[in-house]
């Protein structure tokens, strides 16, 4: 039975299209997912050189320098949007653009409304490839910030106009005055707000333990898939065990070494690989990829182990069925792993709205897809405090697991057959 | 046309059943198995007397394979009885098992071991201890010439290699009774030689053989008694010369010659031994029934007619001339 054992997880790691599909295309899946995600996650706001424009205009907006100092980081130390360098005129400006010293200048109209303008090349980079440029990004926060300050000024300048005494509790002053509290106000807002260039009415607050990761579901669902494609471990090393399979099996067969013996040591062996491939893949996850568990790992190497169970399981029922060929069996498994892939929301966020979509709508739909609860094991070790949700799982995965153990040993208890 | 030359079975004279004898080493009777409506194994009888090589002929699809596979308890009958070494075989009777080997007729390894991996494994399914398996191991490579490819896959070995690696890893054991089911297919000559004094040399140290196969030459060289079964029963049994004898046909001359007259040909016609003579012109052809003066006879006619004649040759009737008789030479699947 050791030698079986062993012999069975030498087969299943030298064969090739299991070393492709089970250690390679996962990773493979993840790098991908990785430059995907990390591109929109880690980029960063990159400072431009501007130009601001300190003609006559200028004067005319309170709070003009407060914001540009804002925007330079010099107030705070918050994020730094622009490097500014003054000129006197908008004429200046445009040439410190032409001449390339400059992606920009800000300057206030003839209404008193502060406005941007920006280099050819960078108004190429941002609509070219706004989705991944870091000057970009920087453009899209500019453009919301003075946004927002023009917004501000004018619903404070309209307050001041018709309710002269909002700014001062009551107190009766002049329009001159007004105005004054009008600059002194928005100088406070925007040193007290453009700090990090983040102008937030809203504070963030972690309900979860660990700070949730919008792109950590795809990863798990990776893992899922992967779980679920590790059957074919199975699927081989029983197909190479049963007399009306193989000729190998058929040859193993006539063999003393008793039926459930062979067995045991095909399911343990199989079991062993599945869950190998599963730790490589959580592993290069993990610690490449950097996606977390909810700093459970014993948890989640005890989730692979639960979801490779599963696996084997279905596996062996799978590997199982009579008269059909082991390419056969091996694409059904594969329509297995990729069809529960989609309803786990593998393929992008179409996908994912359908997963989410059906966990809300027909919950007993993902009883019987275990790619979606093979990705809960992690998604629960992540999101919830309580272990309740991840043993729920645990439980659904497991008694699946023992369902498909049962058929698959009625199906391969027979000694001897009709038909060969 | 169902011949019995050389049984080994006595019969009880109260009861009239078959009883097997202490020197079966296979013992099967009466055996009955259908696939679906298709009668596979008719009343199928079967004793192989141990230390001996018993070859077992058929056409495609007489019943030779479904008759293995039922004595090693892989394949399940309707009626009948199939005993090993004077015990019943079962699914479970690992005792039994233990002393049988079998080469199936496909290639049965694993593709992704070594040659000496895969001869272990078979091993090991039938001696566990690995220090006991490592001699046993050493031997069936030696035995089958394929030291200098232990360390190769099954992929990089030819197709005689690989015959011979199916044959190491079914008697890797030692058995004390092997069955080869057509080990010799797509064999060139010099392995198929190999094969075939390596399955004498494990008769001659004591193991009893059952072999199957589509070449006569060979099963006549090797086998001590053969049994050509179609339609899933047995219709001859008996040594190469007995199975010979069965069959209404005797010699065949033929006579290099070019002045052979009408009349001569005619007498030779006449003759009762003779069951055809054809003359082309240059080569006289005679198929003769059983006699023990044919030859003599033909040529006292030459003789007499004053026909002049060069090459003259005398070729007794072959394992083939008995299979294709016995079994008709129509076309099988």
């Known amino acids: ?420 | 046309m169902s011949t019995q030359a050389n049984t080994h079975v006595n019969t009880d004279e109260n009861t009239g059943e078959k009883t097997r004898t202490a020197h079966d080493a296979i013992f099967v009777d009466n055996l009955v198995k259908h696939y679906g409506t298709m009668l596979a194994l008719d009343h199928f009888n079967l004793h192989v007397h141990q230390g001996e090589i018993f070859g077992l002929l058929g056409p495609n699809g007489s019943g030779k394979t479904t008759a293995i596979n039922c004595i090693l308890a892989l394949l399940s009958h309707e009626s009948g009885t199939v005993s090993v070494f004077g015990r019943p075989m079962t699914p479970t009777s690992y005792d039994l098992k233990r002393k049988i080997g079998m080469v199936p007729q496909n290639v049965a390894v694993f593709n992704e071991l070594t040659v000496r991996e895969n001869i272990d494994f078979f091993c090991s399914l039938y001696i566990p201890k690995n220090r006991d398996r490592k001699a046993l191991v050493d031997d069936a490579i030696a035995f089958v010439g394929l030291e200098e490819f232990s360390h190769y896959r099954p992929a990089k070995l030819s197709g005689g290699l690989l015959r011979r690696l199916n044959i190491a890893c079914g008697i890797v054991h030692k058995p004390e009774l092997i069955l080869f089911d057509e080990p010799t297919v797509a064999v060139d000559p010099q392995s198929r030689n190999a094969i075939l004094e390596g399955i004498q040399h494990l008769r001659d140290e004591g193991a009893t053989i059952l072999y199957t196969s589509h070449y006569m030459e060979e099963v006549e060289q090797i086998c001590t008694r053969i049994m050509i079964m179609d339609h899933g029963r047995q219709i001859a049994q008996g040594t190469a010369n007995q199975l010979k004898d069965m069959i209404d046909m005797g010699e065949r001359i033929t006579v290099d010659t070019l002045d052979l007259d009408a009349q001569t040909l005619h007498t030779m016609q006449a003759l009762p031994f003779v069951a055809q003579a054809d003359f082309n012109g240059k080569e006289l052809k005679i198929a003769c029934r059983h006699g023990n003066r044919n030859l003599a006879d033909i040529l006292d006619i030459l003789h007499a007619s004053g026909t002049n004649f060069g090459h003259l040759s005398s070729q007794p009737p072959t394992l083939n001339d008995v299979f294709l008789e016995l079994t008709g030479k129509a076309l099988r699947d």
């Open chain 1, 1 to 420: 039975m050791w030698t079986t054992f062993l012999t069975t997880i030498k087969v299943n790691l030298r064969e090739k299209s299991n070393l492709l599909w089970l250690f390679i295309f996962p990773i493979l899946m993840a790098s991908l997912f990785w430059g995907m995600f990390s591109g929109l996650t880690n980029r960063q706001i990159q400072a431009q050189n501007f130009a601001v424009v300190h003609d006559s205009n200028w004067s005319t907006v309170a709070g003009a320098d407060s914001l540009v100092n804002a925007l330079a980081g010099k107030n705070t130390n918050g994020t730094k949007l622009i490097r500014p360098t003054t000129v006197s005129s908008v004429s200046a400006a445009k040439k410190r653009v032409q001449a390339g010293h400059d992606s920009g200048y800000l300057f206030v109209n003839d209404v008193g409304s502060f406005g941007i303008a920006i280099s050819d090349d960078l108004y190429n980079e941002f609509t070219n490839n706004m989705s991944s440029s870091t000057a970009s990004i920087t453009v899209s926060s500019l453009r919301s910030i003075i946004t927002q300050f023009n917004h501000s000024q004018t619903t404070l300048k309209t307050l001041a106009a018709s309710h002269p005494t909002a700014s001062t509790q009551g107190q009766t002053q002049t329009r001159q005055q007004a105005q004054l509290q009008i600059q002194a106000q928005l100088e406070r807002y925007i040193a007290a707000s453009t700090a990090s260039a983040k102008l937030s009415y809203t504070r963030n607050r972690s309900l979860t333990n660990f700070a949730p990761d919008q792109f950590a579901r795809y990863y798990y669902a990776l893992l899922g898939m992967v779980s679920m494609m590790s059957m074919s471990f199975a699927i081989t090393s029983i197909s190479t065990a049963q007399a009306n399979l193989s000729a190998v099996g058929a040859r193993r067969s006539i063999a003393p070494l008793p039926k459930w013996r062979q067995f045991s040591a095909i399911l343990l062996a199989s079991w062993l690989t599945s869950f190998l491939s599963l730790v490589v893949s959580f592993c290069y996850i993990r610690f490449v990829c950097n996606i977390a568990v909810g700093g459970r790992e014993p948890l989640a190497i005890l989730a692979l182990l639960i979801a490779s169970f599963t696996a084997t399981a279905f596996g062996l029922l799978i590997g199982a069925i009579p008269r059909l060929s082991r390419g056969a069996k091996t694409g059904i498994s594969t329509a297995i792993a990729c069809f529960g892939a989609l309803f786990a929301g593998l393929y992008g966020s179409f996908a994912m709205s359908l997963s989410d979509s059906i966990s809300r709508n027909i919950p007993t739909f993902d009883l019987f897809n275990p790619v979606k609860q093979v990705s809960n094991l992690f998604y629960d070790l992540l999101y919830y405090d309580s272990l309740q949700p991840f043993m729920t799982t645990v439980g659904i995965l497991l008694i699946t697991g023992a369902i498909c153990m049962t058929l698959a040993i009625s199906l391969m208890r027979r000694r001897s057959y009709a038909n060969l």
